[in-house]
């Protein structure tokens, strides 16, 4: 018999299976598609939290060292202003050869260029040398300010091991004139002491601590009819200029000082013959020549003469090889003074000054 034809149906097994696989290959698209896309957004983000982390890092070590930052500015700007004297001048000449420099046409020769800039980097050294030296020198072991700018004891001698300054506190430092020493020696000792003449004397000595150095030893001495050390009781004593309170006592025992009675130079200068070891530099401070010898005299009145020779009678008793630097504020009625102290300055080889009133 003959075998029968199958029929044909569009909703066969086969059928079903071919679109079945479409579908899941559409599924399969927009599955690949999606997580592309949510990858791309994803990798985007991570990248921009890196930016903002590493920003606030930034920020945050910023605020972390804006006060150091701050405090180095302004020592920074001390500094500068230290120098700035100094190093005007190397300044001038940096700044003239860089323009020189910047003014090169670009077919010079490379030598050339070289050669300017080492001499631009020996100039810089310089500068940074010249900083260097001047924060050495200014170290002083003291700070004195005065009203002025000016440097009038250019050529003083203040150098030395053992430094000894004696100050004449005698009746004659109250005024520059003989009639205001009448009248101010019979008013308070408050008032003595504030005398413009007497407050130069004891700001003369307070500039002269300043300039002293640092690994030197030093005595002030205040004298009239007899003498005393500035610190009661260290008359034997030489003191450390690098004992920065004891100097500043020093200055505040002078205030204390009520200005009296006549002079005797010869009874300081024997005094210092009795130190051990003497002194290699002597700064004096006074305003005329000497009323009284080791004894006081039998009348009230001396003198010029006399006193030229109580002067002369002094001297002989005074140490040898030992320099003598004298500071005077002229007195009237003293005409040999001036020309008997710059003697004794030039034959000891020290240094004869006569400061202006607005000095120190």
């Known amino acids: 018999m003959a075998r029968k034809k199958r029929r044909f149906t569009t909703f066969s097994l086969s059928f079903l299976d071919i679109m079945s696989c479409g579908f899941g290959a559409v599924a399969l698209i927009f599955l690949i598609i999606k997580h592309g896309s949510d990858h791309d957004i994803e990798v985007e983000n991570q990248d921009l939290s890196a930016e903002v982390n590493l920003l606030e890092e930034e920020v945050r070590f910023g605020r972390e060292h804006l006060v150091l930052a701050r405090n180095t500015l302004d020592v920074t700007s001390d500094e500068l202003a230290d120098t700035q004297g100094l190093a005007r001048r190397i300044i001038e000449q940096i700044e003239e050869i860089k323009g020189n420099i910047a003014e090169i046409d670009s077919n010079t020769e490379k030598q050339d260029i070289k050669r300017l800039q080492e001499k631009l980097r020996k100039l810089e050294q310089a500068k940074e040398d010249l900083e260097a030296e001047n924060k050495k020198l200014g170290n002083n072991v003291r700070k004195y300010v005065g009203e002025g700018d000016r440097q009038y004891l250019t050529g003083l001698r203040l150098g030395g091991d053992r430094i000894l300054i004696l100050l004449d506190a005698s009746a004659s430092m109250l005024g520059d004139e003989l009639i205001k020493v009448i009248r101010t020696r019979n008013m308070s000792n408050r008032v003595k002491r504030g ?85 290699d530099n002597i700064i004096l401070i006074t305003d005329g020549l000497p009323t009284q010898g080791m004894s006081r005299p039998r009348q009230n009145t001396i003198s010029g003469k006399n006193r030229r020779r109580l002067f002369k009678q002094a001297v002989k008793v005074l140490p040898k090889n030992v320099p003598v630097n004298v500071i005077l504020a002229p007195m009237e009625g003293d005409p ?23 000095w120190p």
């Open 195 to 279: 005398t413009a003449k007497w407050r130069r004397a004891v700001n003369t000595v307070s500039w002269l601590t300043a300039q002293f150095p640092q690994d030197s030893q030093y005595q002030i001495y205040t004298f009239n009819t007899g003498f005393q050390a500035a610190i009661p009781g260290t008359e034997d004593r030489w003191l450390n200029v690098d004992d920065r309170d004891q100097l500043d006592k020093v200055i505040k025992e002078l205030d204390k000082i009520v200005p009296a009675d006549g002079t005797s130079l010869e009874r300081v200068f024997n005094a210092i013959n009795g130190m051990t070891p003497l002194p």
């Open 336 to 358: 040999f003074a001036a020309s008997e102290f710059w003697k004794l300055a030039m034959e000891t080889q020290g240094s004869f000054l006569a400061p202006s009133r607005d």
